[in-house]
């Protein structure tokens, strides 16, 4: 006999909070990707893949899912502007990252507003300290230098819940909702 559906019986989804750019601020990505990476070779994230993440939820149902878009519907976060002018280099993953040199307040408060809800809803997060950066290549062949850069401007005003699968050609990110900043 096949047991009713329940709840909490629906597949999981693999699930993470981000910035999302813009498409001109994709391009600028890009562009910043490639002039940096031009020494080496390794992954390109793809443009439509780019983002910068502020919580990885991982493995979530449907019921770990509705409490955590409850939690975030109580975060007070004003919009805020970012400057993404550093580059650099993690030699683990050999992962090629922008990032701000300096991290906004509020950018540093919504990602442990977003942090703290979530683990009130029974995820368990990566406990690592949160390093806001977004990552243009993975598996570098050669290793980059951290280096200042002309900034880029990135006045964020929303942020979004995005489903992450995994297929045979590679990883597809879906934005399921967003959420709009706003001044107190
Ligand atoms: P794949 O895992 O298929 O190679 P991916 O790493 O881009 O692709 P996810 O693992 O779903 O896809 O990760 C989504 C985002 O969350 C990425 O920016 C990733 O770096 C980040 N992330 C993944 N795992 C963690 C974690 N444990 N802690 C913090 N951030 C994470
Ligand atoms: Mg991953």
């Given at each position: 006999m096949p047991t009713p559906e329940r709840e909490h019986d629906l597949p999981a989804e693999r699930l993470f909070f981000a910035l999302w750019p813009d498409d001109a601020l994709r391009q600028q990505l890009v562009r910043c990707r490639d002039t940096l990476a031009s020494n080496s070779n390794g992954r390109p994230i793809p443009a439509e893949n780019l983002h910068l993440t502020l919580a990885f939820l991982g493995r979530t149902d449907a019921r770990q899912r509705a409490c955590v878009e409850t939690m975030v519907n109580a975060i007070q976060c004003p919009p805020f502007e970012l400057q993404l002018n550093r580059s650099g280099y993690w030699p683990r993953p050999r992962v090629l990252w922008i990032a701000p040199a300096e991290m906004p307040e509020a950018l540093t408060a919504l990602a442990a507003d977003l942090h703290r809800g979530a683990e009130g809803c029974g995820l368990r997060l990566d406990a690592r300290p949160y390093r806001a950066h977004i990552t243009?290549?993975?598996?570098?062949?050669q290793p980059a230098k951290d280096t200042d850069l002309q900034p880029l401007n990135w006045p964020v005003d929303r942020f979004v819940l995005v489903r992450s699968s995994t297929l045979p050609q590679g990883v597809k990110y879906e934005v399921v909702r967003e959420w709009k900043l706003a001044e107190k």
């Open positions: 243009l290549m993975r598996k570098l062949t």
